[in-house]
Nanobody, 124 residues
Framework: QVQLVESGGGLVQAGGSLRLSCEASGRTFNPYHVGWFRQALGKEREFVAY?????????DYADSVKGRFTISRDNSESTVYLQMNSLKPEDTAVYYCAAVLVKLSRVVTDYNYWGQGSQVTVSS
């Protein structure tokens, strides 16, 4: 079992940057893969990015954030980051990190553990 603690959200102007952090409380993420998802008001939760726990790191991004967002993890494998650059008003949402065992996935329902969510608001 893994408990996820998120931090780093806030209010930023369009074109600005934020970095979200997701910490595995009291342990490393090994062997869980980690995904970031977001949910805008009145919309369904959607995939943003994922990163594998393997030493040969595998990442994937939603088309809407590709080239602007970067997912990474620290060497201790206990924290995963989402660096968000060139933010747009349509990036406004609650961002969630989540962990899944075995299979890398873009599907919300495949993930077993979720953080509490972190609000990101991008003003125009």
């Amino acid at each position: 079992q893994v408990q996820l603690v998120e931090s780093g959200g806030g209010l930023v102007q369009a074109g600005g940057s934020l970095r979200l952090s997701c910490e595995a409380s009291g342990r490393t993420f090994n062997p869980y893969h980690v995904g970031w998802f977001r949910q805008a008001l009145g919309k369904e939760r959607e995939f943003v990015a994922y990163i594998s726990w393997w030493s040969g790191v595998v990442t994937d991004y939603a088309d809407s954030v590709k080239g602007r967002f970067t997912i990474s993890r620290d060497n201790s494998e206990s924290t995963v980051y989402l660096q968000m650059n060139s933010l747009k008003p349509e990036d406004t949402a609650v961002y969630y990190c989540a962990a899944v065992l075995v299979k890398l996935s873009r599907v919300v329902t495949d993930y077993n553990y979720w953080g509490q969510g972190s609000q990101v608001t991008v003003s125009s």
